[in-house]
């Protein structure tokens, strides 16, 4: 089965500062790994995914996130925090050749101060 | 830009009652999936549908529920007898292809927040 950690439910940064959003997954075949947004009253929106092509994946709004298999972790990182960019995060993993579902983190909330 | 809309955004409901909660996926997409989130928890799978079939149903998705696609527009969940602890946010998506064609995107709606008292 596949799982996946998201460390911090609630991260908050200074404008202009990194943003990092931890995720640790747990498989036991390759996954596919995905980063989604959600802002207030707003549904899912897919912020990037790893499909083993590259390991450095570049998404929208300036987010990109490394797969490091050493580690099992897939964290988001975006240089500079735009006051835009509060919203809830979630990490979601699912295994290569498998059917469909997609399996989430409990989310991180990252709120973004002047 | 194409999206995925639900119907209601919030509904209430009465303890045993049947509610339908409706969903238009993306048009050009083939697989539908409903997953929910309670209030402070994960996003949990409930079901995917492909070819007017489930593909894949999880624990949650008991008895009391069932899926259809009445015509080719409309995705629906219904719960038969509501629960209290069938009170979550309930989120439909769409993918074109499905995961299994290697990581195809699921576009989500906004959810419909499900009260039942």
């Known amino acids: 089965a596949q799982s996946v950690t998201q460390l911090g439910s609630h991260v908050s940064v200074s404008e202009g500062a990194l943003v990092l959003l931890r995720c640790n997954y747990s498989?036991?075949?390759?996954?596919?790994l995905f980063w989604y947004v959600q802002y207030p009253n707003q549904g899912l929106q897919l912020l990037l995914k790893?499909?083993?092509?590259?390991?450095l994946v570049k998404g929208i709004n300036g987010f990109e996130a490394e797969f490091k298999k050493s580690e099992t972790s897939f964290h988001l990182t975006k240089p500079s925090a735009h006051m835009s960019d509060a919203a809830e995060y979630f990490c979601?993993?699912?295994?290569?050749?498998?059917?469909?579902?997609?399996?989430f983190g409990t989310g991180t909330r990252l709120q973004v101060t002047l | 830009e194409p999206e995925v809309t639900q119907t209601p955004s919030h509904q209430v409901t009465q303890m045993g009652q049947e509610v339908i909660l409706r969903c238009v996926p993306i048009?050009?997409?083939?697989?539908f999936y409903w997953y929910r989130q309670i209030l402070g928890q994960k996003v949990e799978f409930l079901v995917s549908?492909?070819?007017?079939?489930?593909?894949?149903k999880s624990e949650i998705f008991d008895d009391q529920f069932s899926v259809e696609r009445p015509d080719g527009s409309n995705f629906t969940l219904k719960i038969r007898s509501t629960k209290l602890e069938d009170s979550a946010m309930y989120f439909c998506?769409?993918?074109?292809?499905?995961?299994?064609?290697?990581?195809?995107?699921?576009?989500f709606g906004p959810g419909t927040r499900l009260t039942v008292l």
């Open positions: 998506a769409s993918s074109e292809f499905g995961l299994a064609e290697g990581a195809d995107t699921q576009y």
């Open positions: 498989s036991s075949v390759p996954p596919y």
């Open positions: 790893y499909t083993s092509a590259a390991t």
């Open positions: 979601a993993v699912t295994l290569t050749g498998t059917a469909s579902k997609l399996t």
């Open positions: 048009s050009n997409h083939l697989y």
């Open positions: 549908f492909y070819n007017n079939e489930i593909s894949e």
